[in-house]
């Protein structure tokens, strides 16, 4: 939760635009990578090998939607090109979603992702075999999970 928070410090929302949805036309499925009772990350499959340069499209379903400016979203979505063999990572965009809905995106931003467990959990595609069609399927099982997990 901890990335997901700096990262909503450093959003701006003056960015650019992205294309609209290009994390949704990128598909599914979705793997899950984890879960906590706060926050379910999922990812699209690596575009390469484990072992190689790879992209990918890491989907972040919050428990608590955030408000950043006048936007307020429940989904973070970050577009990562990750080095396996370095271990290295940059984020290349983001999009937010509001209840399965795009809200803002922008690109490109060439940013340095440094979140370590992810970037290993990516490569090293240590996840568990669970995957949801899409992100509208992976976000009503994270509404489910979160309603399970509330105290």
Do not use: K
Not at 36 to 53: G, W, Y
Not at 57 to 73: E, G, I, K, N
Not at 79 to 108: I, K, N, Q, W
């Amino acid at each position: 939760m901890r990335a997901v928070l700096g990262f909503t410090a450093a959003l701006a929302l003056g960015a650019s635009a992205a294309a609209a949805q290009e994390a949704e036309q990128a598909g599914g499925p979705l793997t899950l990578l984890s879960a906590s009772a706060s926050l379910i990350m999922t990812m699209t499959p690596p575009e390469a090998a484990a072992d190689q340069r790879t992209e990918t499209w890491l989907w972040m379903f919050l428990r608590d939607p955030q408000t950043v400016s006048t936007v307020t979203y429940d989904t973070l979505v970050l577009r990562l090109s990750l080095d396996c063999g370095a271990m290295t990572g940059r984020r290349l965009g983001y999009e937010l979603y509001r209840d399965g809905a795009f809200v803002h995106g922008a690109a490109p931003e060439m940013t340095p992702y440094t979140a370590d467990n992810v970037i290993q959990a990516i490569c090293a595609q240590a996840r568990e075999v669970q995957t949801f069609a899409d992100h509208r399927a992976a976000r009503a099982a994270a509404t489910a999970h979160f309603a399970q997990t509330r105290s």
